[in-house]
Structures are given as structure tokens and as C-alpha cells.
């Protein structure tokens, strides 16, 4: 991909500030707001613009923005290849910082995973942080063998326990990622909830889009912000589809 990718959903754009290794987008109301802290997926080169500064990432953010929430797209390792332990330590750092932010409430933050992001929410899940209000998977990428020192999806699934997940799944995904995708299914997390997307591929959030790939798109960013505006104790309504 010579050009970088934009979201299929129409989207104003909105200036973050921009801090150390991310950006971070601010909803028009004041206050500590909850956060949805966005993980761009894998590249075997580096790309010619990074994730953090692409339309697609930046249009995601702004449209949880503008849903109440804030916002957060980082950079990580996984724009040098299969650096997976690396882009982790970093997803904890930023984690950590974000936290802190005197406009977040280091008490309700999402964490939002794209393709061959998805080995990261291991490690995240398995933790079984309280702080941890929701996580959502789109089209990811989900190891399936046990891999030495990382944690498996039973680890993951456990330290989850029922801590609303949203699943973005598409009907014609890439070979190696429905095996994956399948497994989570089967493994039945209490708080997930799925958004189907037929006829769509990997990257359909990217165009070229129908109506149906839009509506999926809203549907899922519904979700993530209802769950983490939802009054503490309450569950926002399961995404359906």
C-alpha cells in the first residue's frame, strides 16, 4: 500500500495532542473521561506513514471523541515485523502514561486491538487489571499453539473473566486468522459480544465500503463507547450482528 488508509465512515477530523510515543484526542465535555487506547496491527516494513498518523487511526479516534470518550493511538514495534514482546513493554508504558493524563480516568479504559495486533491483548488480559472496562478485537490475528513466555488464550479468557469483549469478525478473512478467531468463539467469554460483517474482507474498514460495512463499523464503535460510558456496575447493550 503506497497511500495510507482512511475509515469507511465519514469522519471530521479532530487535532489530538500529541505526546511521546502517542496522540491523545479529547471530547468536547471536561473532566476525567474514560479512554479507548487504539493498537494498530502488524508490518513487516516499516510503512510510509506510521499507523499513529494515518487517517483510518486518526478517524477511529475522533469518532470515539466524538462519542464521549477519549482517545489514544499509539506507535509501537510491530511497524518492524514480528516484534511482539517489544510492542507489548511499549503498550504497557503507554498504558501506564495514558493513566495518568489529567483528563482520563485511569479507572475505565478500553483497549482496542486491530489484525495482527490481537497477540497483544494476551499478555493485557492475562493481567486481569481492574481498570480494564472493555476490549475490542477487530478482524485479529489470535495465537492458536502455545508460545514460550507469552500467555495462551485460556490465560487470556481467564484473566478476562467477564469483561465485555466486542469481536469484529469478517466473512472472508485471511488464511491463518479464522482458526484463531474460531477458538475465541468456542472458548465463550462471558462479556462478548460479536459484530458480523458478511461479504466483507480483511481491512473492510478501509474501503472500498457498503452500507453494511459502515453500519458494522458504527455498530462496534457504539459498543466500545457504551460500555465504557455506561454507569459503573451496568452493562451497555451487547452488540448484535
Known sequence: MTTAPDLIVPTEPLEPSPREGYDLYLPEQGGRRPV????????????PVSPRRTPFFRAYAAQLARRGTAAVVLDHELTGGMRYPEAATTLGRVLEAVRAEDRV?????????????????????AAGHGWLRCVALTYP???????????????????????PLVLTLVEHELPGFG?????????APPGMTTVSVPSAQHGFDTGPGSDDHRAAVVQALDAVA????????????????
Open 105 to 125: 480516568d485511569p479507572d475505565a479504559v478500553a483497549v482496542w486491538f486491530f489484525s495482527g495486533g490481537g497477540p497483544l491483548a494476551y499478555p493485557l488480559l
Open 179 to 187: 482458526e484463531g478467531q474460531q477458538a475465541l468463539l468456542d472458548a
Open 141 to 163: 490475528l489470535l495465537p492458536t499453539d502455545d508460545i514460550p513466555g507469552w500467555p495462551t488464550l485460556a490465560d487470556a479468557v481467564r484473566g478476562l473473566g467477564a469483561t
Open 226 to 241: 457504551g460500555h465504557l460510558l455506561a454507569p459503573t456496575g451496568a452493562t451497555a447493550a451487547p452488540a448484535q450482528g
Open 36 to 47: 479507548v487506547v487504539l493498537v494498530h496491527g502488524l508490518f513487516q516494513e516499516p510503512p
